[in-house]
């Protein structure tokens, strides 16, 4: 099947700091990519539509300008969380759209002190 | 507002036993899928189905999509300690793709 990677899988940052998550497609180009956000033991929230190109989709409630997503290319989407805060420590998991089946990466584990 | 209702919602159970996990829409989808999370780990695609009345078995695994492609079920056989983990069912349509909140599994040895 398709593979998703995602880097880094795990970071530890200082409050105020900005993270760059980076979401790739291995093997397959993806117009379309999304991001999650997952809380323990609970299941994925859909933060943004990243689409190749023009400017993502953001799900009610998620600020945009704290999230910032770029979808530079057909393999490429990045997630920047802007000064970041404890509240945003969570483990963001991204997926990438191949004929309407998400694969997803293996999700970053992110963590504010 | 969740399209996808999935149940139960959390389930224990001892090995051996067999389990049906449901997820159901009021929605009609292209195509469902059905993913497994490991803790730590992103979801993994377990199988597509996207005819109606269409069943898929993976092992012990029996999926079934429902006639009017509106609601899904998975069934496992003789449940082992392996297979515990997060069951995601996403369905497909008007270009999007939407979750339900998942059926965290547990089996016992």
């Known amino acids: 099947g398709a593979v998703v990677s995602q880097h880094p899988s795990r970071v530890i940052c200082k409050s105020g700091t900005s993270v760059k998550i980076e979401c790739r497609s291995l093997?397959?180009?993806?117009?379309?990519m999304f991001w999650y956000r997952q809380f323990p033991k609970q299941s994925l929230m859909l933060m943004a539509t990243?689409?190749?190109?023009?400017?993502?989709?953001?799900e009610q409630g998620v600020e945009k300008d704290k999230f910032l997503i770029n979808h530079a290319s057909l393999t490429l989407s990045t997630l920047t969380v802007t000064s970041a805060h404890p509240e945003d420590s969570s483990f963001y998991i991204c997926?990438?759209?191949?004929?309407?089946?998400?694969?997803f990466g293996p999700g970053t584990r992110l963590l504010v002190l | 507002t969740q399209l996808l209702e999935q149940s139960p919602q959390f389930l224990s159970i001892q090995e051996g036993e067999n389990l049906t996990v449901y997820c159901n829409s009021s929605?009609?989808?292209?195509?469902l899928q059905w993913y497994r999370q490991e803790p730590g780990e992103g979801p993994v695609l377990l199988v597509t189905v996207v005819t109606g009345g269409e069943v898929k078995k993976l092992k012990r695994l029996t999926f079934q999509f429902g006639d009017a492609r509106k609601d899904s079920s998975l069934h496992i056989t003789a449940a082992q300690p392996g297979d515990t983990g997060l069951y995601l069912c996403?369905?497909?349509?008007?270009?999007?793709?939407?979750f339900g909140a998942g059926t965290r599994l547990t089996v016992k040895p």
């Open positions: 929605s009609v989808f292209s195509s």
């Open positions: 996403a369905g497909a349509g008007n270009n999007d793709m939407r």
């Open positions: 997926s990438a759209s191949e004929v309407e089946t998400q694969y």
């Open positions: 990243s689409n190749e190109g023009s400017k993502a989709t953001y």
């Open positions: 093997d397959f180009q993806a117009t379309t």
